[in-house]
């Protein structure tokens, strides 16, 4: 069964550092999304892309976030100057219509 | 008012009893309706999707939804162990809005 991927699967980093998550969507869908949960929280939504463009995104997705599909198959988001509290598990999902699938998650620590 | 409100539990069920979970939301726009599991430290994986109101099942899991109260529920029956796992329920707006609002999460733990 098709399944989104995400790597790595954990990174570290220190504050101010620039960290990039990578995705690998479900190949036939069209809509690719980037969630947040902050440990002990709800899932929160960060942004929505397709058609390469930026379709919609929450006031956390400010200008220290930003994704991009460089190619037919990955799609990333790039957090530029990571905070402590950007510390938390980054989840892909793609969708061909309403219903979204996930990836296993990223956890970023930042120290 | 938080926009989708879920008790966080924990539910502590036996084994073989069937489950009733819940959500109430405010916005009245939220027309499409999920139900994630996820285990810990993982994925939400989807079991169940439903458009406005009415009824869905599959297998031991049934979906409702009911807009004029602005409530969802997720029953599950003959509940297992391997059920045992944290369900958000999550919904959006119109096609063209697919932001996903998730709850807060219930843990359920079935014990056998």
């Known amino acids: 069964e098709p399944e989104v991927t995400q790597t790595p699967s954990h990174q570290v980093t220190q504050m101010g550092q620039e960290v990039i998550l990578r995705c690998v969507p479900i190949s036939n869908h069209l809509y690719f999304y980037w969630y947040r949960q902050i440990l002990g929280q709800k899932v929160e939504f960060l942004v929505s892309?397709?058609?390469?463009?930026?379709?919609?995104k929450s006031e956390i997705f400010d200008d220290q976030f930003s994704v991009e599909r460089p190619d037919g198959s990955n799609f990333t988001l790039k957090i530029r100057s990571t905070k402590l509290e950007d510390s938390a598990m980054y989840f892909c999902a793609s969708s061909e219509m309403e219903t979204q699938y996930f990836g296993p998650g990223t956890r970023l620590l930042v120290l | 008012q938080k926009e989708v409100e879920q008790d966080p539990g924990p539910l502590s069920v036996p084994e073989g009893a069937i489950v009733s979970l819940n959500c109430t939301y405010s916005?009245?726009?939220?027309?499409?309706f999920m139900w994630y599991r996820q285990y810990s430290r993982k994925g939400p994986e989807l079991l169940m999707y439903?458009?406005?109101?009415g009824n869905k099942e599959d297998g031991r899991f049934t979906a409702q939804v009911d807009k004029s109260s602005k409530y969802i529920s997720l029953f599950i029956r003959d509940s297992q162990p391997s059920d045992s796992a944290t369900y958000l329920c999550?919904?959006?707006?119109?096609?063209?809005?697919?932001?996903?609002?998730f709850g807060s999460g219930t843990r359920l733990q079935v014990q056998p």
């Open positions: 892309f397709y058609n390469n463009e930026i379709s919609e």
């Open positions: 439903t458009y406005s109101s």
């Open positions: 916005n009245s726009a939220f027309q499409y």
């Open positions: 999550a919904m959006s707006e119109s096609a063209g809005r697919r932001a996903l609002t």
